[in-house]
């Protein structure tokens, strides 16, 4: 599924706005941590889908495309699987947010980076 803003993606972002992605699924992390002292559990796969969105910010600041696509699969990937057992109603609706914003960034990047390579490689 391809939205009309994938269609002209931005071509870099810049190492700030990286950190404001990370800072804020890091204060969702900050919130599961004041349900775990509540006694809620605490979900993991924040600060699991946090470092696969590190690295895959990372790898775009260096340039390495592939990694850091798949990173962004990887960290989307345990979003979404984990965000189906999060107890916690705001969190759940601020995790799904912060997905679908990596998934879009990931859209980005494979259509800025390897459509064209596959379209070339079709056509010979």
């Known amino acids: 599924m391809l939205s009309q803003s994938a269609a002209s993606p931005e071509p870099s972002r810049s190492p700030f706005r990286a950190e404001l992605s990370v800072s804020r699924l890091l204060r969702i992390r900050t919130c599961a941590a004041a349900d775990a002292a509540a006694g809620v559990e605490d979900p993991d796969y924040l600060v699991e889908a946090a470092?696969?969105?590190?690295?895959?910010?990372?790898?775009?600041?260096?340039?390495?495309?592939?990694?850091?696509?798949?990173?962004?699969?990887?960290?989307?990937?345990?979003?979404?699987?984990?965000?189906?057992?999060?107890?916690?109603?705001?969190?759940?609706?601020?995790?799904?947010?912060?997905?679908?914003?990596?998934?879009?960034?990931?859209?980005?990047?494979?259509?800025?980076?390897?459509?064209?390579?596959?379209?070339?490689?079709h056509s010979k």
């Open 51 to 121: 470092k696969q969105i590190r690295m895959a910010l990372d790898s775009e600041v260096n340039e390495d495309y592939e990694a850091a696509f798949s990173y962004y699969k990887n960290g989307v990937d345990l979003l979404l699987n984990g965000v189906q057992l999060d107890p916690n109603k705001e969190r759940r609706e601020a995790v799904k947010r912060k997905t679908t914003q990596y998934l879009k960034r990931a859209e980005e990047i494979f259509i800025t980076h390897f459509m064209c390579s596959l379209s070339f490689s």
